[in-house]
Every structure is written in structure tokens, then in C-alpha cells.
């Protein structure tokens, strides 16, 4: 049950760090375009016109083909795409020019898809005069094994890793002892969720938790072996009687919308034994909307632990 997925480390020298932090959105939005039109062979063709779609890298990773299954369809709707981008949390003290590290995860099959996603990303940010220097992985411990010297592979054009950390959803959860009843949550990013039709300007456990686990299920179904056999009505009983405790939670609205949303933390108190496997997973792959471009990173701890005391790795 789950998915397997590579927890990449990635380091880029930039010449100032904000700079670098606000482009990152929209590289992320940019990948599809850059890494289609370098693995192409027909880029001025319709993809859906194309009689190369089942073969196809880019269409795979990008395409988010809808299953054939209408049960399945109706409870998982569109996929979501397989990887994730996980931005630096930057402050006003951070250094001007730096080497900085961000995150990306990329999930089952899309793996075989990786040095497509990671050229895309060198060139996008090459563009803006940021350079990779050094790609990790990150193990189920979070600790970081050396992948590539990017500045090397970047000049002969492949960057595909070395020695990559696969692991499971399976292996995250056993890595972890969940039985507190309380426990924090802590927005890394802006947190995107709509309620009747608008954005979300409070954070709602509710909302927050059902947004989490249909993320988390719907990355099982399109790109795992399975789907999770939950029970969800049970666990959405369960998340109606989670009781927040301590809410600092705000509403970060900067001028592109896009980047708007819930940031903060908060404390909270209930049953949680059922739904942190959603939880915790959600903290490697994110929630709400441009899940996989940086928003809606979260952590997760005990409350028992402080936010420097224990981490849910991110990056």
C-alpha cells in the first residue's frame, strides 16, 4: 500500500537569496513548458493529437491522465502530478549570496522521469543565473547521501543521480512512534484552500485534513500498487473531533495570489492514531493548491517536542 518515492537534496549558489525564493514559484510553473519542449520530438503537435502519448516521459509525468475506473474517478478525480518542490524558509537576516538548498520529491514511476525533471529545473534556473552545484538524497532518517556533483553532470547534460535513497511510505511510517493525542503543525509555506469557492483565510483542522488525505490517497491510487484501505468515514468522524488548542495561524497575502495563503502554527488535540499516516506522509508531498510548486509545505510533531526538537525532514 502507498508509493515509493527519491527525497532529493538540492544545492544552488545564488547571488541573492530573496531573489532566488520568489522565482521559485514560477520556475515550478514553468517545468512542464521547459521539459517538453527538450524532450519532444514534435513540440508544435497537440499532445492529444500525438500517437506517442503511451511511451511518452513528458506526458506521463505531466499528462495526468484520468483512470478508466468511474469509482475510482469520482473518489480521486484528476491526478495530482508525481513530484514535489519544496522551497527555503528564508528570513530577513538570511545571508545575500549564498549556496542554498531546497527539495524535490518524486514519486513512483515518474522516477524513471528524474534527470528529464532535474535538467528542466538547472535550465530554468540557469536562465535566472542560478546555478546547481550538488544533489542528495535524503534517507528515512533524513540523513543525506550524496547523489551528483551537479556543476559536472550539468556540463555534460546528464543528471541523472548516482546511488539513489529509494524509499517507501511504509518504511517513513515504521521510522516514526506516533501515540500522542496532541500535536502541533507548523506551515513552512502558504497553505491554498478554497472554502465556497473562495480562498480559506483561517486554517481549519477539518479542512486541512480531508484536503491531506485525499492528496495522499490519490498519489497511492495513480502512482502505487494500491489504494489505502481506510475506512473515511470513520476517519473523517475522527477528524471532526480534533479540537485546536493553540491557533497562531494567519493569513499571508502578498501581491501575487498565487503565493497567498495560511502560515503559522497551531496545537491540537484528539484521536490521531488513524490519521497521521495521512499526516505524516502529507508532510513529504504537501496539500492544497500548487501542492507540487512549494505551497502548502507543513510539519508535524508531537506536542511533547518543539519544532527544533523534532522535524518531519522536508526537504
Sequence with gaps: MGFNLVNLAITVRADDIHRFRSCLPQVGQELAVTCRSALCDWPGRACETCSGQETCGWHYVFGQKLTSDPTALKRHQKPPLPFVLS????????????????????????????????????????????????????????????????????????????????????????????????????MLSPLRLLENGHPATRFEF??????????VSSLAYYYGESEFDCDFKELSRLVDNVICTDDHFTYHNVKDRRCSGVVGYGSFS?????????????????????SSFGMGTYEVYPEAASANQYQVNLS
Design 87 to 186: 522551497f527555503p524558509v528564508l528570513d530577513r537576516s538570511s545571508e545575500t549570496n549564498a549556496d542554498i538548498e531546497f527539495g524535490l520529491v518524486v514519486i513512483g514511476p515518474a522516477l524513471s522521469q528524474l534527470e528529464m525533471l532535474l535538467n528542466g529545473l538547472a535550465e530554468l534556473l540557469s536562465a535566472r543565473s542560478f546555478y546547481l552545484t550538488h544533489i542528495a538524497c535524503r534517507d528515512y532518517q533524513g540523513s543525506v547521501h550524496h547523489a551528483v556533483d551537479a556543476r559536472r553532470r550539468v556540463r555534460s547534460g546528464k543528471l541523472a543521480p548516482d546511488n539513489l535513497v529509494i524509499t517507501s511510505t511504509e518504511g517513513l511510517l515504521e521510522s516514526r512512534v506516533w501515540d500522542s493525542s496532541k500535536l502541533n503543525i507548523r
Design 206 to 215: 477539518g479542512r486541512f485534513a480531508r484536503s491531506v488525505m485525499r492528496r
Design 270 to 290: 484528539g484521536d490521531f492514531s488513524r490519521l497521521m499516516p495521512f499526516l505524516v506522509i502529507g508532510s513529504y508531498v504537501h496539500t492544497g493548491k500548487s
